[in-house]
Every structure is written in structure tokens, then in C-alpha cells.
């Protein structure tokens, strides 16, 4: 690939996928209504949200982490998009591979973290500190999961894993080759996208939105940019794994609306279990599925 | 309440104040309008009920009206929020936690105040610790009447204010800025004359260029004078009983 490609590549990627991520915040958004039986936000509101946050005009910055916490926030889900291919786009994928990305995408948490440590609101300490101990208690399984594909695929470059998959037809995909691990997957993306029941640290009832709570204006704004690729990276990602990737766009976008959907689903019928639950319910159900799905594979 | 406060004499006439210049660059006026237009169909209103109106809200947010159709979301902190919905009677002692949580939230902002106990105190006119008249104290947008309104006049006022930003209309944020010293002169006859918030809004006044002759006046002179610094608030831990721990 020619650099001028490359520069566009490194480009378009995080573009579309805000744009795809924007979507998914708007299913999130319908499908939670749709089950409490309202009509939902109208077709565009996820870019008004973001549009009318950055036209506030008070924008009260807490000092330069803060600021710095959430460009993290945002550049580690950019980065993370540049490693992940998708239809007629690798980007850094081919140097990058599953593991640089499963760093990656630890960056975000650990931004939030800074930045909301110099807000200095006990709520959102105490929230930054659940979120960190959530992360803990989804990683593991992730890293199992994450372990046992690349030891079936023989690799840990997404690119390879998606060729590997497409070579074979729908009966290579990693979910089929491996239904235990792409389960214990799953259910740590709940974890992943701080959906209920693992939204401890967001609470808004309890602890006023934690992380959040100190965030307006364009730091808010920022936050909901984010979300939109933390969306997008974790469908992008799954689908890579467990569903063969996408040849072409079209039918590429249904599986990761899909995957997307089923833990936004699961999120609005469920309450919240307190951090300790929360570490004791990953660390024994999805690593107990992962480490079987593990025995299965390296047998 | 001493002799200097009572002596302060108070202006009634409210309006806000234009700067008068209009952005002649026709992007930016477009760009303007599309912050307008975006502003209106994106209201977060802060969870922060006050008074017996606020039980019309939940229907207005559930299945059976639906606010969320019309871009209205509840938000839990007034750095967050858009709108600062007032629903019903005021008593003395809320009335500085809202004066506290307006003036943290960031503008725009809106404040609409639900009930007939906000527009002119409603059946709480006799009673001796409610505050009467929301308007003396905060910028109104828009009141809603009734007691109390039901979800359909809650959601027929909220588009009005809807209408009111996309229009350009809805400025009273500014007035708070604007006119500080009648706000001010009000909340002091009501908390005394010491009375003081963590916000510096006379700093925000110059900071937003909305300084205007009404800003300063005997009010904030008087809130000079008694102002006592911020500080932070000393985090101590104390153990009792050592032989637990
Ligand atoms: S107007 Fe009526 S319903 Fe509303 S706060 Fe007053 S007494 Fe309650």
C-alpha cells in the first residue's frame, strides 16, 4: 500500500465508524424504548446531542489532564479503529493484530480516569474506581477468548483471521469452530460496552453518572463521541473474531448491528449488580465457559 | 434584616439587554442557526423536583407521552443539564439549592417553571416559608399553569421553549447576567444579607461580555462586603475505636 493510501485509510476509518457508531447509539436508544414501549428519539438525535454539546457556551475545564483525559478518551478508540479491517479498508492492521488492539482499547478507561481525577467530585472517583474494577473483572475472560482464537487461527493478525474465515465459508467461522469461546465473548462485551447489569460505575441514581458527572459541554460532547466508537469497535471486533468478517459492506453491517444488539437488549430488562457481583459473576461464569471452550481447542 | 438592605431600593422592569451585533459572515449566521436548531431538539433536563408537580413528569417521560420523541432526556447534574424544570412550590430553603444548581449549570439554559405555586405562590400565597414569585429570583422561560398541569400542558410548554430556541427567542439566561444586581437584591431579602454561592457570577457576566450597567449594584456591593473566600472543605478521618480497626 502506497503512503497516500495509507493516509486516507487512517482517515476514513475512524470517519465511518463514528458514522456507523452514531447509528448504533441511535438502535440503543430505539430498542431501549421500543421494550418500554415509547417511540424513541427521532432519526437524528444522537448528532443533535453531540452538536448541541459543543455549542454550549460554558465549557468548565477542571485543568489540563482533564482536558488531556479526554482526548485519550477519544484517541484510544481513533487508534483502535486504524487496527481494525474492515470491507476495502486494513489500515495498521496487518502490523498491528489482536493483542496490540486489546491494549488499545484499554487507553480510553485509563484517560477517563486521569481527567476525572483532576475534577476532584467524589462521585466521580468513586466511579472511575468501579469503572477500573470492572475492567479487571471483563478483561480476563477477554484475554482467554482472545488467547484461544488466535491459537485456532494460528495468528494474531485480524487480517489473516478474516482470510481464514472467509476461505472457509460459514462453516469456518470462529463461532462455529469454537461456540464456547464466542458465548464467554459475548458476555464479556456487556461488560466491555458498561451496559446493565455490569453499569455499577455509571449509576446515575446512586453516584450521579460517576465518570460523567463533573463532564459539560464539549468534554460531555467528547464522551458521547466516544461512545459512539466504543459501539462500533466492539461489534467491529466480534464480528472479526467469531463471525468471519465482512467482505462487502453490505453484509458486513448487519452482523455487527447484530452483535451490538443483543447485549443493548439483554442491558434494558436487567437492574445492576453491586462491583463485587459484578468481579464474581465474570470471573466465574464467562472464564469457567472460556477455560472449557480452551480445553476444547487445545485438546 | 438590617436597615441597609431595607433602604436598597429595587427596579422592576426586566428585558434583555441586545449587544446589537449581527455576525455578518451569511456561513457563520448558517452555522448559528444549525446550533439553534440542534439546541432545541436536544434538551437535558435536570432531575431536580421540587413541590407535588413533579408526579406529572414521570408520565410525561414514560410510554404513555414519551418525551424522548422529542429529544428531551433527564440528566443527573446540573453541569450536564439544559433545563431546570421547577415543579411547584418553592419553600425557602429549596430555593438556595436551586439558586446553587442554576448557577452551576452551564448556558444556555433554561429554567421553566411548572404549577401555579411558581408563577404567583398558587395556594401557598399565606404560608410564610415558601417564596412566591419563582421569576424574582431566576430567569423564567416559560411557566406552565395549573395545579398541577397535566402531561399534555407539560409537553405543549416544553415545545413552546422548543420553539423559543430554534427562534432565538429564549435568552433570559442572560438576564441573570444582565440584571445580577435585582436577582441579587432578591435573594437577600429573602436569606439575609450574607448570603453568597460558590459561583462568581460577575466574573462570568464579564467573562460572556454581558456586563451591562444593572449588573453592579448595591446588591453586589453588599455582597462584597460580607463575601468570605472559598476554600476547600477539610477531609479528615476519624478512627474512634483503634481496637476494631
Ligand atoms: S400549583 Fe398545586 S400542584 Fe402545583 S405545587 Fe402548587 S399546590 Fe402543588
Redesign the pocket.
Given at each position: 500500500m502506497s503512503p497516500g493510501e495509507l493516509i486516507i485509510e487512517l482517515f476514513l476509518m475512524p470517519l465511518v465508524a463514528f458514522v456507523v457508531g452514531l447509528g448504533m447509539v441511535l438502535m440503543y436508544r430505539r430498542i431501549g424504548a421500543r421494550i418500554q414501549r415509547r417511540v424513541g428519539p427521532p432519526f437524528f438525535q444522537p448528532i443533535y446531542d453531540i452538536i448541541k454539546l459543543y455549542g454550549k457556551h460554558t465549557q468548565i475545564s477542571h485543568g489540563l489532564i482533564h482536558e488531556i483525559g479526554i482526548i485519550m478518551a477519544v484517541g484510544g478508540y481513533v487508534a483502535a479503529e486504524t487496527l481494525l479491517p474492515v470491507p476495502g479498508m486494513s489500515g495498521l492492521a496487518d502490523k498491528g493484530g489482536v493483542v496490540t488492539l486489546a491494549y488499545v482499547m484499554m487507553i480510553p478507561s485509563l484517560g477517563l480516569a486521569l481527567g476525572v481525577g483532576q475534577c476532584a467530585n467524589p462521585n466521580g472517583s468513586i466511579g472511575i474506581s468501579r469503572a477500573l474494577t470492572a475492567m479487571l473483572a471483563y478483561d480476563i475472560p477477554f484475554i482467554l477468548v482472545i488467547f484461544g482464537a488466535a491459537y485456532v487461527y494460528g495468528t494474531t493478525n485480524l487480517a489473516d483471521i478474516i482470510a481464514i474465515q472467509q476461505q472457509q465459508g460459514p462453516g469456518g467461522w470462529g463461532i462455529v469452530q469454537m461456540p464456547l469461546l464466542a458465548l464467554a465473548a459475548l458476555l464479556s462485551l456487556q461488560g466491555i460496552m458498561g451496559k446493565q447489569p455490569f453499569e455499577i460505575y455509571i449509576a446515575p441514581a446512586e453516584i450521579a453518572t460517576g465518570p460523567m458527572v463533573e463532564m459539560s459541554g464539549k468534554f460531555m460532547g467528547g464522551l458521547f463521541v466516544m461512545q459512539c466508537f466504543q459501539l462500533y469497535t466492539v461489534g467491529v471486533l466480534y464480528t472479526t473474531l467469531f463471525l468471519g468478517g465482512g467482505e462487502y459492506w453490505l453484509t458486513f453491517l448487519p452482523k455487527i448491528f447484530s452483535v451490538v444488539a443483543i447485549p443493548m437488549m439483554i442491558a434494558f430488562v436487567f437492574p445492576r449488580y453491586r462491583t463485587e457481583d459484578v468481579i464474581r459473576l465474570l470471573w466465574k461464569w464467562p472464564v469457567l465457559i472460556a477455560l472449557t471452550g480452551l480445553a476444547v481447542v487445545l485438546r | 434584616m438590617s436597615n441597609e438592605l431595607e433602604n436598597i431600593p429595587i427596579r422592576q422592569e426586566l428585558e434583555v439587554l441586545q449587544s446589537g451585533q449581527k455576525r455578518t459572515n451569511p456561513l457563520a449566521n448558517v452555522f448559528d442557526g444549525l446550533v439553534k436548531f440542534c439546541r432545541s431538539r436536544s434538551m437535558f433536563m435536570l432531575h431536580y423536583c421540587t413541590?407535588?408537580?413533579a408526579i406529572e413528569l414521570p408520565p410525561a417521560m414514560t410510554s404513555r407521552f414519551d418525551m424522548e420523541r422529542l429529544g428531551i432526556q433527564p440528566m443527573v447534574t446540573p453541569r450536564q443539564a439544559d433545563i431546570l424544570l421547577i415543579?411547584?412550590?418553592v419553600s425557602i430553603k429549596t430555593l438556595k439549592r436551586i439558586i446553587l444548581t442554576y448557577e452551576q449549570m452551564g448556558s444556555p439554559k433554561y429554567v421553566i417553571g411548572?404549577?401555579?405555586?411558581?408563577v404567583n405562590g398558587?395556594?401557598?400565597w399565606q404560608s410564610y416559608a415558601t417564596a412566591k414569585v419563582l421569576r424574582d429570583y431566576l430567569p423564567v422561560d416559560v411557566y406552565i399553569a395549573?395545579?398541577?398541569p397535566r402531561p399534555e400542558a407539560v409537553i405543549s410548554g416544553l415545545r413552546e421553549l422548543m420553539e423559543d430556541i430554534s427562534s432565538g427567542r429564549a435568552e433570559s439566561w442572560k438576564k441573570y447576567y444582565q440584571h445580577y444586581d435585582y436577582y441579587l437584591g432578591n435573594q437577600q431579602k429573602l436569606f439575609g444579607e450574607d448570603w453568597q454561592t460558590p459561583t462568581d457570577i460577575i466574573a462570568e457576566a464579564r467573562h460572556y461580555d454581558l456586563m451591562t450597567e444593572h449588573t453592579l449594584g448595591e446588591h453586589t456591593a453588599l455582597l462584597e462586603k460580607h463575601q468570605k473566600p472559598l476554600e476547600a472543605l477539610e477531609m479528615r478521618l476519624s478512627v474512634k475505636d483503634k481496637q476494631k480497626v
Amino acid at each position: 500500500m502506497s503512503p497516500g493510501e495509507l493516509i486516507i485509510e487512517l482517515f476514513l476509518m475512524p470517519l465511518v465508524a463514528f458514522v456507523v457508531g452514531l447509528g448504533m447509539v441511535l438502535m440503543y436508544r430505539r430498542i431501549g424504548a421500543r421494550i418500554q414501549r415509547r417511540v424513541g428519539p427521532p432519526f437524528f438525535q444522537p448528532i443533535y446531542d453531540i452538536i448541541k454539546l459543543y455549542g454550549k457556551h460554558t465549557q468548565i475545564s477542571h485543568g489540563l489532564i482533564h482536558e488531556i483525559g479526554i482526548i485519550m478518551a477519544v484517541g484510544g478508540y481513533v487508534a483502535a479503529e486504524t487496527l481494525l479491517p474492515v470491507p476495502g479498508m486494513s489500515g495498521l492492521a496487518d502490523k498491528g493484530g489482536v493483542v496490540t488492539l486489546a491494549y488499545v482499547m484499554m487507553i480510553p478507561s485509563l484517560g477517563l480516569a486521569l481527567g476525572v481525577g483532576q475534577c476532584a467530585n467524589p462521585n466521580g472517583s468513586i466511579g472511575i474506581s468501579r469503572a477500573l474494577t470492572a475492567m479487571l473483572a471483563y478483561d480476563i475472560p477477554f484475554i482467554l477468548v482472545i488467547f484461544g482464537a488466535a491459537y485456532v487461527y494460528g495468528t494474531t493478525n485480524l487480517a489473516d483471521i478474516i482470510a481464514i474465515q472467509q476461505q472457509q465459508g460459514p462453516g469456518g467461522w470462529g463461532i462455529v469452530q469454537m461456540p464456547l469461546l464466542a458465548l464467554a465473548a459475548l458476555l464479556s462485551l456487556q461488560g466491555i460496552m458498561g451496559k446493565q447489569p455490569f453499569e455499577i460505575y455509571i449509576a446515575p441514581a446512586e453516584i450521579a453518572t460517576g465518570p460523567m458527572v463533573e463532564m459539560s459541554g464539549k468534554f460531555m460532547g467528547g464522551l458521547f463521541v466516544m461512545q459512539c466508537f466504543q459501539l462500533y469497535t466492539v461489534g467491529v471486533l466480534y464480528t472479526t473474531l467469531f463471525l468471519g468478517g465482512g467482505e462487502y459492506w453490505l453484509t458486513f453491517l448487519p452482523k455487527i448491528f447484530s452483535v451490538v444488539a443483543i447485549p443493548m437488549m439483554i442491558a434494558f430488562v436487567f437492574p445492576r449488580y453491586r462491583t463485587e457481583d459484578v468481579i464474581r459473576l465474570l470471573w466465574k461464569w464467562p472464564v469457567l465457559i472460556a477455560l472449557t471452550g480452551l480445553a476444547v481447542v487445545l485438546r | 434584616m438590617s436597615n441597609e438592605l431595607e433602604n436598597i431600593p429595587i427596579r422592576q422592569e426586566l428585558e434583555v439587554l441586545q449587544s446589537g451585533q449581527k455576525r455578518t459572515n451569511p456561513l457563520a449566521n448558517v452555522f448559528d442557526g444549525l446550533v439553534k436548531f440542534c439546541r432545541s431538539r436536544s434538551m437535558f433536563m435536570l432531575h431536580y423536583c421540587t413541590g407535588c408537580g413533579a408526579i406529572e413528569l414521570p408520565p410525561a417521560m414514560t410510554s404513555r407521552f414519551d418525551m424522548e420523541r422529542l429529544g428531551i432526556q433527564p440528566m443527573v447534574t446540573p453541569r450536564q443539564a439544559d433545563i431546570l424544570l421547577i415543579t411547584g412550590y418553592v419553600s425557602i430553603k429549596t430555593l438556595k439549592r436551586i439558586i446553587l444548581t442554576y448557577e452551576q449549570m452551564g448556558s444556555p439554559k433554561y429554567v421553566i417553571g411548572i404549577c401555579s405555586c411558581t408563577v404567583n405562590g398558587g395556594m401557598y400565597w399565606q404560608s410564610y416559608a415558601t417564596a412566591k414569585v419563582l421569576r424574582d429570583y431566576l430567569p423564567v422561560d416559560v411557566y406552565i399553569a395549573g395545579c398541577m398541569p397535566r402531561p399534555e400542558a407539560v409537553i405543549s410548554g416544553l415545545r413552546e421553549l422548543m420553539e423559543d430556541i430554534s427562534s432565538g427567542r429564549a435568552e433570559s439566561w442572560k438576564k441573570y447576567y444582565q440584571h445580577y444586581d435585582y436577582y441579587l437584591g432578591n435573594q437577600q431579602k429573602l436569606f439575609g444579607e450574607d448570603w453568597q454561592t460558590p459561583t462568581d457570577i460577575i466574573a462570568e457576566a464579564r467573562h460572556y461580555d454581558l456586563m451591562t450597567e444593572h449588573t453592579l449594584g448595591e446588591h453586589t456591593a453588599l455582597l462584597e462586603k460580607h463575601q468570605k473566600p472559598l476554600e476547600a472543605l477539610e477531609m479528615r478521618l476519624s478512627v474512634k475505636d483503634k481496637q476494631k480497626v
